[in-house]
């Protein structure tokens, strides 16, 4: 089963910025659309970005576009999110999946990594 490793969270202020790396163990890594979710306390988990094949498309939900970039390196079977701008709302624990190319719908929803915690402050 392919492993996913979430990492580059952390404590940060209002404002700031912080890269999530996403770390795939299959080297069947590019055949996939990858996206980011994220699950804040009490919340539903919700969809936060996605990043087609090759890396050069990608897509955004609502309340991150214009703040938040997702990437892809292929060579290194690995994904990244970079936060921009982050506000408290943005406090949660994220996570990475491969997701269906129309839908962004997780491929394996049974299966979540440890997932990465962001949290802001005022």
């Known amino acids: 089963q392919v492993q996913l490793v979430e990492s580059g969270g952390g404590l940060v202020q209002a404002g700031g910025s912080l890269r999530l790396s996403c770390a795939a163990s299959?080297?069947?890594?590019?055949?996939?659309?990858m996206g980011w979710y994220r699950q804040a306390p009490g919340k539903e988990r919700e969809f936060v970005a996605a990043?087609?094949?090759?890396?050069?498309?990608?897509y955004y939900a609502g309340s991150v576009k214009g703040r938040f970039t997702v990437s892809r390196d292929n060579a290194k079977n690995t994904m990244y999110l970079q936060m921009n701008s982050l506000k408290l709302e943005d406090t949660a624990n994220y996570y990475c999946?491969?997701?269906?190319?129309?839908?962004?719908?997780?491929?394996?929803?049974?299966?979540w990594g440890q997932g990465t915690r962001v949290t802001v402050s005022s």
């Open positions: 999946t491969a997701v269906d190319p129309a839908t962004y719908y997780p491929l394996m929803d049974d299966y």
């Open positions: 299959d080297r069947t890594f590019s055949n996939y659309y």
């Open positions: 990043i087609n094949y090759s890396g050069v498309r990608s």
